[in-house]
């Protein structure tokens, strides 16, 4: 079965500070990875996903994911962090088992940003 | 282009009644999944479905079912309410197996 783990449940960081969010995930072939972002009263948002190739994916608003298989990690990282950051910040490993197609996603990393 | 659309976005409901949520996929996505976010259990999926067929289903009871009709649209419905099914409940859609997954902004459910 297909899990994520986030170790950091909440992490404060300065604004301008650089940022970086850990996941380890578990799964028994090469999987698909996503950050995505969530601010109070929304939805879920997309950052960034690694399929296949370049192990360094780049996505929206300035953050890069880094893809080790011998670790099973895929941080995020920011180099400077905004105060606009601040939000909850959710990795998800995805399967397509028979024919279907989940997401399992971590338990959820908050950021508050202190200006 | 116009994002996964969720309705309503509030729903406040008592115990031991039904409610049904309704989810309009990104246009040409074909494949819709349903999640249920609490703060003890996270996100957890619910199910999935794609060209009106159930593809998979997550652990939740046979209270909890869906449906998904020939222009994707999707509902699910969730009978006999009960206290701990308080969440929001998110939609999201995808192009295909392995492609990105698009959320919408949810539907938050309170039971009283």
């Known amino acids: 079965a297909q899990s994520v783990t986030q170790p950091d449940i909440h992490i404060t960081v300065s604004e301008g500070a650089s940022l970086e969010l850990r996941c380890n995930y578990s799964y028994g072939a090469t999987p698909y990875l996503f950050w995505y972002v969530q601010s109070p009263g929304q939805g879920l948002q997309l950052l960034l996903k690694y399929f296949s190739g370049d192990t360094l994916v780049q996505g929206i608003k300035g953050f890069e994911a880094e893809f080790k298989r011998s670790q099973s990690s895929f941080n995020l990282r920011k180099p400077s962090v905004h105060w606009s950051d601040a939000a909850e910040y959710f990795c998800a490993v995805g399967g397509s088992g028979a024919g279907s197609y989940q997401l399992t996603f971590g338990k959820g990393t908050k950021l508050s940003v202190i200006p | 282009k116009a994002g996964v659309t969720q309705t309503p976005r509030y729903l406040i409901k008592t115990r031991g009644q039904q409610v049904t949520l309704s989810c309009s996929p990104i246009s040409g996505h074909r494949s819709v999944s349903w999640y249920q976010q609490t703060p003890g259990q996270g996100l957890q999926f619910l199910f999935e479905y794609f060209s009106e067929t159930q593809r998979n289903k997550g652990n939740f009871p046979g209270r909890f079912s869906g449906r998904q009709f020939s222009n994707s649209r999707s509902e699910m419905n969730v009978s006999t309410l009960e206290l701990g099914d308080s969440a929001l409940y998110l939609c999201?859609?995808?192009?295909?197996?392995?492609?990105?997954?698009?959320f919408g902004d949810g539907t938050r459910l309170s039971i009283l």
């Open positions: 999201a859609s995808s192009l295909a197996v392995g492609q990105p997954q698009h």
